[in-house]
């Protein structure tokens, strides 16, 4: 994986210091709250409920164990001894103090992290496949481009403050399993006559406003791509609108201006932008795919022994084919029945950490749905790691069902929403877990945010649940039928909504429904689609 | 109609200048005004402005304000560029809402004046234009002073 040079870790020392002067101004009262409120937020700090929240970048989700080590250490020296895994492959600590905001920074510098963007109105952390590097169905492996784009984004001078938040995503399959084109630019590198380039998806998003990105450009040389991004981020910094808050995110620009004329504008930017030397030399890509090449994998036992039903229908869900025929990339489970999807004490998180050493080449990746992966596992040491998972609670054998639970902190620590998201995600984990039709119902995805903005990404749930105010009481609504796969699709609504207890009552209906309808080999998303809203909403309100 | 001089900053306004030529002695024009005024050599950008409108005129022009209204509208990063990519050499000058913390973001875009609306802590700004030794993009600063990114020095292109 990457390893910061001496500029690089330059960058993060200089960030840090810059960080530690504004906290220091603003608390001698040269810098009014409103003042340091962007700068704060552009480090990662944004203030909660109850306290200052931190969110610290994993840069495209990929973590060594000495990183994964200090994120558990953090934990324990600033927080209550966890943390919370996001939806774009971050961590976020809840419980900070403003002052040691600047020491937790420096304490992550010393293992090449930083809380770099990670909110605030400028380009934030890249995402990519969390089995990037090794997925049999990969074109290449896609962290390079978003490395490129990492250092590319970082402290950019023209594009610090602009309309909103801007995400960017990088894949190289043809399957999608990192929301892709819900990002302000998803980026797709594919192979067309013997040449790499890049596909670019401008204008998805999910949020009130919910949109799927246009395709902008089929292929972009992979030479030009810092000069192509550039162009998509200008026009967007100079014609977004700035009026609204709510209408700023660039998906408004490319839907009010309509894709093509979008495409134009950028086109035209491309153009001269190309004349201004904007591109890093080419050998700086090369450079950075170093960093990049296969661990020694050996050839090994393609199989195991699955005589413990526990540990086969771990291995089952849990495991992803590996580009090597001898190893398998393992899913950690942070769903545990009945827990806070998407947390994981100090504790396990040095245990992940010491088993990624073990295990997967010193490796670890994070899941946009909050779990974490060993990408590179030998088939024959499953037993053993999976003995080792099982004994610290993070075995849990559901990836991709059910109880796989996307949720956003919901009311229980943010201050922009209308309804808890957690307990409504730990009760439908134990009510199906508890009649045992979690292993039936297959790949369900069910995401749960706790209000409009649509952090725990409702509209692309397979089920939905959005958490609304009605009348100053917590209410649910449903709805079915969304995906950020390669099928990628919005989520409609059922119809009115339900309380805590009825929203779960309704999730039970519309999956029995899926269990008496379905054809052979069918998922919930496939026979919904066949069938059309109505008959869920029969079973539902009828 | 606005005549030249009604408007805009001083050069008293003016806090740090990067510059060795004797500033403009008046006024700006509006960006509107300026397409009709064939001799007016100061203009003020606002953020709506279309910064390229000004291209054709750019060998008349001695001085450019960029008003920030509010320091969150980052608008005038790319005017300021777009006339640095097209060749203005004149000055080019960050007005109203500029704090210590934007002072390198808009140093790399090629602002070399700054007027801003309430006067700096000089220590601190000092320090500010100084954020940045190294630079990952290329911007308005690489390309005028041929400062190098680090991408470039990493593969022994510039120093």
């Known amino acids: 994986m990457y390893a910061y040079d001496q500029y690089d870790q330059q960058m993060v020392d200089a960030r840090v210091a810059e960080f530690r002067d504004q906290a220091r101004r603003r608390l001698e009262g040269k810098l009014t709250e409103d003042q340091f409120k962007p700068l704060r937020l552009m480090n990662g700090l944004y203030l909660q409920l109850h306290a200052y929240m931190l969110r610290v970048a994993i840069p495209y989700g990929t973590l060594n164990s000495r990183q994964m080590t200090m994120l558990g250490d953090i934990a324990d020296r600033y927080d209550r001894g966890y943390g919370h895994f996001t939806t774009r492959q971050n961590i976020q600590y809840n419980w900070i103090k403003l002052e040691d905001a600047a020491d937790i920074l420096a304490d992550l510098a010393t293992v090449e992290m930083h809380a770099t963007q990670t909110s605030g109105n400028c380009i934030r952390n890249i995402s990519s496949d969390h089995f990037a590097g090794a997925a049999h169905d990969e074109v290449v492996d896609p962290r390079p481009y978003a490395e490129l784009l990492r250092q590319w984004s970082s402290f950019h001078p023209e594009f610090s403050y602009l309309p909103r938040k801007f995400k960017i995503c990088v894949i190289a399959s043809e399957k999608d399993r990192a929301a892709m084109r819900l990002h302000d630019i998803g980026i797709r590198i594919i192979e067309r006559d013997g040449e790499l380039g890049a596909q670019f998806f401008v204008g998805g998003g999910m949020g009130r406003t919910p949109m799927i990105a246009p395709m902008v450009r089929d292929f972009v040389a992979l030479d030009q791509l810092v000069t192509y991004a550039e162009a998509c981020l200008r026009v967007y910094n100079r014609y977004g609108r700035r009026d609204n808050k709510y209408k700023a995110r660039i998906k408004i620009l490319v839907h009010e201006l309509g894709a093509e004329e979008y495409t134009r504008q950028v086109e035209e930017e491309f153009a001269h932008l190309l004349e201004q030397g904007v591109e890093p030399p080419f050998a700086e890509l ?168 649509a952090c725990g990404h409702h509209h692309a749930g397979h089920i939905g649940i959005l958490g609304v105010d009605k009348k100053g009481k917590e209410n649910y609504q449903l709805s079915l039928g969304g995906s950020e796969a390669e099928d990628v699709s919005l989520a409609k609504i059922t119809g009115p909504g339900f309380d805590e207890d009825g929203v779960i009552e309704a999730v039970e209906k519309v999956t029995d429904l899926y269990l008496a309808q379905r054809t052979e080999g069918e998922r919930f998303i496939d026979t919904y689609r066949r069938l059309g809203m109505e008959p869920f909403k029969e079973a539902l309100y009828g | 109609m606005v005549e030249a001089g009604d408007f805009g900053t001083s050069p008293d306004d003016v806090q740090f200048r990067f510059r060795d030529d004797e500033p403009v002695d008046h006024g700006t024009v509006t960006v509107d005004s300026a397409l009709e005024q064939t001799n007016a050599n100061a203009v003020r950008i606002e953020p709506g402005d279309d910064a390229r409108l000004l291209l054709p005129f750019l060998d008349r022009l001695a001085l450019v304000e960029i008003n920030f209204p509010a320091f969150t509208d980052g608008r005038g990063y790319s005017a300021a560029r777009i006339l640095r990519e097209a060749g203005y050499a004149g000055e080019l000058r960050a007005v109203g809402d500029v704090l210590i913390d934007q002072l390198s973001h808009m140093r790399r875009c090629g602002f070399d004046s700054f007027a801003p609306d309430k006067r700096l802590d000089e220590e601190d700004a000092k320090r500010a234009f100084a954020t940045w030794e190294k630079v990952y993009q290329h911007a308005a600063d690489t390309a005028l002073t041929g400062r190098a990114t680090i991408a470039q020095r990493r593969h022994g292109e510039g120093a």
Not at chain 1, 374 to 387: E, G, S, T
Not at chain 1, 401 to 425: F, H
């Open chain 1, 286 to 453: 090369e450079r950075i795919r170093t960093f990049f090449t296969d661990p020694p994998f050996e050839d090994d036992a393609k199989s195991v022994e699955r005589s413990d039903p526990d540990f086969a229908v771990w291995v089952d869900r849990n495991t992803h084919r590996h580009k090597h025929d001898a190893y398998v990339s393992a899913v950690i489970s942070l769903k545990p029945v009945g827990g806070i999807p998407g947390d994981a004490t100090g504790e396990q998180m040095r245990l992940m950490a010491r088993l990624a050493k073990q295990y997967s080449f010193d490796e670890i990746r994070v899941m946009h749905t909050q779990n974490v992966v060993l990408p590179h596992v030998r088939i024959a040491d499953l037993p053993a790691l999976w003995a080792e998972l099982h004994e610290a609670g993070l075995g849990a054998p559901n990836m991709d069902t059910i109880e796989d639970i996307i949720a956003c902190p919901g009311l229980d620590y943010c201050s922009l929403a209308n309804a808890r998201s957690i307990p409504l995600a730990q009760r439908i984990s134990e009510r199906f877990d508890k009649s045992g039709k979690t292993g039936k119902l297959g790949e369900l995805k069910l995401k749960i945010s706790g209000c409009i903005n």
